[in-house]
């Protein structure tokens, strides 16, 4: 095992930088419909008319991030088996809704039908919300970031690196971040949150090299520590 100093994550690029051609669909698609397992999944809706009242999304598979114009609204947890939000809408911008997977369910009869981002609709006290566009999110190609040191706002990927004279297994310590996934070198480590119980991402020292080493994290929360820090041993809470 070894530990790596403290380093920065002073680069910064936007989710909008990944998003692929969009898909337009009458109502919301799973990710499965769209051939996506794994990652993230954007809905967005265009809103024509103000509104002030319930948004029920039916169902969240597995957590979602409602927003509008940059600012968040809400979340809503399928933990905790949430799906609606009181929320005050406004004209002529789109309503967002990002949903992570954040893996499958291996027991009981829900297995039979576990599908994941929005798998049924999204509903108003006026009525269901037709008319949607959709980014499929995989998160399996990075290569297209364009990394700057501007002021990130909302979900966004921060890079950092660090360098190695010798490589050794290690835990990336995610202490101080809020809810994402890291990846280091092109390698997905997982997913973390800050509510554990696991703080520390084990890193094979087969994934590390001498020199140069790159982490980048896509995290959902704007806010927080910008630094990590590798080591020898993992951290539950």
């Given at each position: 095992m070894i530990s790596i100093p403290s380093f920065a994550l002073a680069e910064n690029a936007p989710l909008v930088q990944l998003l692929p051609q969009p898909i337009s669909s009458e109502r919301p698609k799973s990710?499965?419909?769209?051939?996506?397992?794994?990652?993230?999944?954007?809905?967005?809706?265009?809103?024509?008319?103000p509104y002030r009242g319930m948004l029920e999304i039916k169902d969240v598979h597995d957590y979602a991030l409602v927003s509008q114009g940059g600012k968040l609204l809400g979340t809503l947890d399928r933990r905790l088996k949430q799906s609606t939000l009181d929320l005050?809408?406004?004209a002529g911008k789109p309503l967002e809704i990002l949903v992570e997977n954040m893996g499958r369910l291996n027991f009981s009869t829900e297995m039979q039908d576990e599908r994941k981002?929005?798998?049924?609709?999204?509903?108003?006290?006026k009525g269901?919300?037709?008319?949607?566009?959709?980014?499929t999110l995989p998160f399996d190609n990075l290569s297209t970031l364009r990394f700057g040191k501007q002021v990130a706002t909302g979900p966004a990927f921060y890079r950092?690196?660090?360098?190695?004279?010798?490589?050794?297994?290690?835990?990336?310590?995610?202490?101080?971040?809020?809810?994402?996934?890291?990846?280091?070198?092109?390698?997905?480590?997982?997913?973390?949150?800050?509510?554990?119980?696991?703080?520390?991402?084990?890193?094979?020292?087969?994934?590390?090299?001498k020199g140069k080493n790159e982490v980048i994290v896509f995290d959902l929360n704007s806010v927080g520590q910008r630094t990590m820090q590798g080591l020898t041993h993992p951290i539950y809470d």
């Open positions: 990710m499965e419909d769209l051939d996506q397992a794994y990652g993230f999944i954007l809905y967005q809706h265009m809103i024509t008319a005050r809408l406004e981002g929005i798998t049924e609709t999204v509903l108003t006290e269901e919300l037709l008319g949607w566009t959709i980014y950092g690196h660090f360098d190695l004279a010798e490589v050794g297994d290690t835990y990336l310590d995610t202490r101080g971040w809020g809810k994402g996934v890291a990846f280091i070198n092109g390698h997905n480590l997982g997913r973390y949150w800050h509510i554990g119980p696991q703080h520390a991402l084990y890193c094979p020292a087969t994934w590390l090299k």
